[in-house]
C-alpha cells in the first residue's frame, strides 16, 4: 500500500506534538510531511508541498484555517478540521458535511476521520463558506445544508426542502424544485439537525419542512396535506406534538 502524505497545522505546541506523535505511531501508512503553527508558516509550507490529507485547525494565532485556505484556494488535499469539542462547531461541521476530529480524540475517532477524509471529496468553496458562517454565527439558524449522496455533494438552501423521506438508514430529500435526492445517513440524523429551521418529525419515516404545511386532516389516522400536493403521514405517538407545533406556527 502507497503511503498517504500528511500536514499538520496547529497553533498548540502540545496538541501538535500529540497528533505527530499519534500518526507517526498508530498510522505507518501515513508520512508526516511538515508542520506549521500559524497561517503564515502554513502558507510557505503549502506553497512548496501538497499533502494527500491536511490537518487543520480552525484557530491559529495569526488567523484562521479558513484564513489559509483563501490564501491557497486550489489546494487539493483532503481537509480534516482538528477542534475543540463544542455543540457549535459540531453542528457547523455537520451542515458542511466535512470531515473532522473533536479534541480531545481517540484513535479510533482519528483513524474514522482518516478514512472518511480518504473517501471524500475535496471541500468546495460554498461547503467551506457554509462552515465558516456556521461557526461565526452561532446564534443564527443555517441557510444551506450540505448532502452527501454516493456520487457527490450538493449543496441545498433549506427553504427549498419540502420533506424528507427515510428507507431503513437512508434517507431521500424532495426539494421545491421536484429533485430528489439520496442520502445514506439517517433521517433521525437530519431530523436533529434541522428541528431549529421548522421542521418537525410527523412520523417514523418522515420529516417535513412546517412552511409547506397546507392543512392537517384529522380523519384516518391523521395526515398532512402540503403546499405541493403530496400527504404525509402522522403517528400516533407524535399526533399531538404535531397539532401543538402546527397550531404554534399559524
Do not use: W
Not at 35 to 51: F, H, I, W
Not at 156 to 176: A, G, K, P, Q, W
Not at 224 to 233: M, T
Amino acid at each position: 500500500m502507497s503511503k498517504l502524505t500528511a500536514i499538520i497545522v496547529e497553533d498548540m505546541p502540545s496538541a501538535l506534538e500529540l497528533l505527530s506523535s499519534d500518526l507517526r505511531t498508530n498510522f505507518p501508512n501515513i508520512e508526516l510531511i511538515g508542520e506549521a503553527s500559524s497561517v503564515v508558516d502554513a502558507a510557505k509550507l503549502l506553497r512548496n508541498k501538497t499533502p494527500d490529507i491536511l490537518f487543520l485547525d480552525i484557530m491559529l494565532g495569526d488567523g484562521t484555517g479558513f484564513d489559509l485556505l483563501e490564501i491557497i484556494p486550489n489546494l487539493s488535499s483532503k481537509i480534516i478540521f482538528v477542534t475543540a469539542s463544542d455543540e457549535y462547531a459540531i453542528k457547523a461541521f455537520k451542515f458542511a458535511a466535512i470531515d473532522y476530529v473533536l479534541k480531545p480524540y481517540s484513535i479510533d475517532d482519528l483513524a474514522q476521520s482518516i478514512e472518511k477524509a480518504k473517501q471524500q471529496l475535496t471541500p468546495n468553496e460554498e461547503r467551506l463558506n457554509i462552515l465558516k458562517e456556521t461557526l461565526e454565527r452561532p446564534a443564527n439558524k443555517p441557510q444551506k445544508i450540505s448532502l452527501s449522496t454516493l456520487e457527490k455533494i450538493s449543496v441545498v438552501t433549506i427553504t427549498d426542502i419540502i420533506r424528507c423521506e427515510s428507507d431503513n438508514n437512508n434517507t431521500t430529500f424532495y426539494l421545491d424544485n421536484g429533485q430528489k435526492i439520496f442520502v445514506t445517513k439517517t433521517l433521525k440524523y437530519y431530523a436533529d439537525m434541522l428541528k431549529e429551521c421548522g421542521f418537525i418529525r410527523t412520523h417514523q419515516s418522515h420529516l417535513i419542512n412546517s412552511a409547506f404545511i397546507k392543512e392537517f386532516i384529522k380523519s384516518d389516522g391523521g395526515y398532512i396535506i402540503l403546499k405541493n400536493g403530496s400527504n404525509v403521514p402522522v403517528s400516533m405517538r407524535k399526533k399531538a406534538e404535531v397539532i401543538e407545533l402546527i397550531s404554534s406556527i399559524k
